[in-house]
């Protein structure tokens, strides 16, 4: 089988000639001889890695689609944003909004040598900070999906893989306005306004979801944000309000375009693999193993696996840390697991990737491994 064909086969829930390995954001898309200081890429320890994912791995290169003529942001004439560098070169981003006779503002901070983004100061620090924000006008949904990203991913990537829809779910958008405690503290003793400000973000992300999955039909999506409300950051019963309630009417707009959706959530899953299941996705990721996670991959498999593709199983800080020969278990350990009994699908994945400007030569061993022991399975 083309590596494509492998990987929707196992979307399909049909037969493969072996289960499909993906480095997850490692997809071979990575730009080596980009310059950019922040680009942590165009260190040479990453080159072998990304010439590996690009011609041995299962290819699933995700990416979100913006929109064509889409409405003017109501809040753009509010909204104020700054950047500077401090003095150790790191990139300093400011955004201010006024909302009434307050004025938001969040900090980010990026570093050269690590490939995220750290909010230093969130939006949102009180309820009425929250009160304000739900009186600005919201976004409006609008124009054409830019469908190009993905077809010139399809173009380039050939019989080699397949391109996915990268999307947020609405506690995606609206936990990070908060800092993690005070997210939690909001979302338990104030239902009715956080259920607001979801609804918020509903309203203008299901039209656009829609017409994506129409433009885009028969696609893999990924959904993040579900991980903000399991356990134990919430209880189960606010992740059925806050997710369930939520994410189905996305699934069902990918589902009804012929797309597959796969719901992405880290951390703690056993008190809610029924609420996700319940949202309709045809696929889970990472399924963290425990110390990470709470359940086994035997247990997801077994109970899920008729519904549920399952991505994973192999933790980033293992893939960073152990020596490969002690890797090499948790990998033949996911394989046996994710492929037992009857299933829709398995495909290995570690739960990310490293983030540093320098990449291991244990951690590119341990990449080295997983494809060398799937291609031998």
Known sequence: MTRRERLMATLRGEPVDRPAVSFYEIDGSQDTENQDPFNIYNHPSWKPLIDLARDRSDRIVRRSVSFINEPRDPLAESTKTETCFDEAGSLLTTTTIRAGRRVLTMRTKRDKDI???????HLLKDLDDLKAYLELPAPASGGAPDTGV???IEKNLGDGGIAMVDTADPLCLAAPL???GQFTVVAMTEPELFHRLLERFSGWMLPRTEAIAGALPGRLWRICGPEYASPPYLPPRLFQEYVTGYDKPIVEAIRKHGGFARIHSHGHLREVLDHIAATGCMGLDPIEPPPQG???????REKYGAQLVLFGNLEASDLENLE?????????RAIRAGTS???RGF???????PYGRVLSKRALANYEKMVEMIEKF
């Not at 709470?294 to 997801?300: A, K, N, P, R, S």
């Not at 495909?347 to 990737?353: D, G, K, N, R, Y």
């Open 115 to 121: 490939d995220t983004v750290w909010t230093i100061e």
């Open 150 to 152: 993905i077809l010139n």
């Open 324 to 332: 490969t020969n002690e890797f090499a278990k948790k990998i033949d």
């Open 178 to 180: 908060f800092e993690m």
């Open 294 to 300: 709470d359940v086994e991959l035997e247990y997801v």
């Open 341 to 343: 009994g009857h299933g």
């Open 347 to 353: 495909v290995l994945m570690p739960s990310a990737c």
